[in-house]
């Protein structure tokens, strides 16, 4: 089946819908990492609800879309990083920048 303007015009949507919910997937990993920790600012567990409303909205628009889709088998990604400076600095470094840096993404 050729694709059409339409089919092309979803499937690129769907794959940014799936990067998103991989790069949520990661920061949620990277956040309940740190909740494991002793001494966590008391913002990082709202931060965490939040983030897990926001994948499990993200995930039920991707099944009314693509119901074949497994979005459990979405891998988490280091993608949300990059608002921060960059994908590979330090634990430390990021923790630092992570509450300081980004408020209009913060919702």
Do not use: H, I
């Not at 949520?24 to 920790?37: D, I, N, P, T």
């Not at 008391?42 to 879309?65: C, I, P």
């Not at 988490?76 to 634990?91: H, L, P, Q, V």
């Amino acid at each position: 089946m050729a694709l059409t303007m339409t089919r092309t015009r979803t499937q690129t949507a769907l794959t940014q819908l799936v990067e998103t919910l991989a790069n949520l997937k990661g920061e949620l990993a990277f956040v309940e990492a740190w909740l494991a920790e002793p001494e966590v600012p008391a913002e990082l567990s709202a931060r965490g609800e939040v983030l897990r409303a926001q994948m499990e909205a993200l995930a039920t628009t991707l099944q009314v879309f693509d119901p074949g889709l497994d979005v459990g088998q979405v891998a988490a990604a280091d993608g949300w990083a990059r608002e921060f400076g960059c994908k590979r600095m330090s634990t430390k470094a990021l923790r630092n920048r992570y509450f300081a840096g980004a408020p209009a993404r913060r919702s």
